[in-house]
């Protein structure tokens, strides 16, 4: 499984929420009251590799607005998310979902390390924990896939939504509001 992630940096304040906003229809913000859906997976089946069953292309992105506010937002994007239709199933579905919760999971621990910043010039200094991060996401994300078996052992898919279902609980307090 292939995730995609990306650092996006806007110098503009948007505001998002929900399933979709008027100007990103093709992006869903996370929230923890929102689940994906299979309809939300409109990329080209012919773009999948191999086994592929669906790829969920989610990012995070850094957020400055104009007054100094960071915001990191973490989203799926419609577009580019990807299914094999004879593969679709509800385990596969809540296999990608937690993609999307480990995206979430890997924004709020950067969120804490700039909530430990005192003002948006000292950002920079974070880059350095945004790369250990970003090491560590992407392992985490394969692991995720490897143990999985992207879905199809059961046990261990739900050993892993517990597993991040607690992690995020931990720092429930980095969710963006």
């Given amino acids: 499984m292939r995730i995609l992630l990306g650092l996006t940096i806007f110098l503009f304040s948007c505001s998002f929420s929900g ?43 850094y957020i400055e607005t104009f ?15 990807i299914k094999r239709q004879r593969d679709i199933c509800g385990e596969l579905l809540r296999h990608e ?18 909530s430990q910043k005192i003002n948006i010039s000292e950002i920079n200094s974070t880059k350095t924990g945004y790369d250990f991060l970003y090491v560590e996401y992407v392992k985490y ?28 609980a931990e720092l429930d307090k980095f969710e963006n509001k």
């Fill in 19 to 61: 399933k979709q906003t008027s100007k990103y229809k093709e992006l869903i913000y996370w929230n923890k009251d929102v689940k994906l859906t299979w309809d939300d997976f409109k990329g080209n089946e012919r773009k999948l590799v191999g086994n592929q069953s669906a790829l969920a292309s989610v990012t995070f992105n």
């Fill in 67 to 81: 007054s100094g506010e960071v915001t990191i937002k973490v989203s799926f994007d419609k577009k580019q998310s």
């Fill in 97 to 114: 979902q937690y993609h999307f919760n480990i995206t979430e999971l890997f924004a709020r621990k950067f969120r804490k390390i700039l």
């Fill in 141 to 168: 994300q394969k692991l995720y896939d490897e143990d999985t078996n992207h879905s199809k052992n059961v046990v261990k898919q739900k050993e892993w939504e517990e597993k991040i279902d607690k992690e995020l």
